[in-house]
């Protein structure tokens, strides 16, 4: 007859600082915490707007990050806001630039450079 064989958790004491263990004793990663629907439809906003080929500074780029922002009025109007990420081909190499979509009725209205704030064409 076969042993019967346990396998028992470890115990913490303080679990509530501790990220959970799997079987195997490693740390299990916390997953990001969900978007929200603004945030999501903001991310949809600029994917969308970027994949569309209508900024030419985006023409060589990589997306790296999509960002929701907070909502700002610039000029009286309204806008909701989101900065992308992206990886771009220079003279001096590789860098990652940033650009901000200004939303308007849930399109992109505008991009422009976060760092000058000057439009993208």
Avoid: C
Avoid at 49 to 67: C, D, L, N
Avoid at 92 to 120: C, F, R
């Amino acid at each position: 007859m076969a042993e019967e064989s346990s396998f028992e958790e470890p115990s913490h004491a303080d679990s509530s600082t501790t990220a959970p263990a799997s079987p195997f004793g490693t740390p299990v990663p916390t997953p990001a915490p969900a978007k929200s629907p603004t945030e999501l439809a903001i991310e949809q906003a600029m994917r969308a707007s970027y994949e569309s080929g209508s900024i030419r500074e985006f023409a060589q780029t990589k997306p790296v990050k999509w960002t929701a922002g907070p909502d700002e009025t610039i000029r009286g109007t309204a806008y909701q806001t989101g900065v992308l990420e992206y990886s771009t081909k220079t003279i001096l190499g590789e860098k990652v630039a940033q650009a901000k979509a200004l939303i308007l009725n849930g399109k992109v209205d505008k991009w422009i450079s976060l760092k000058t704030s000057q439009p993208l064409n």
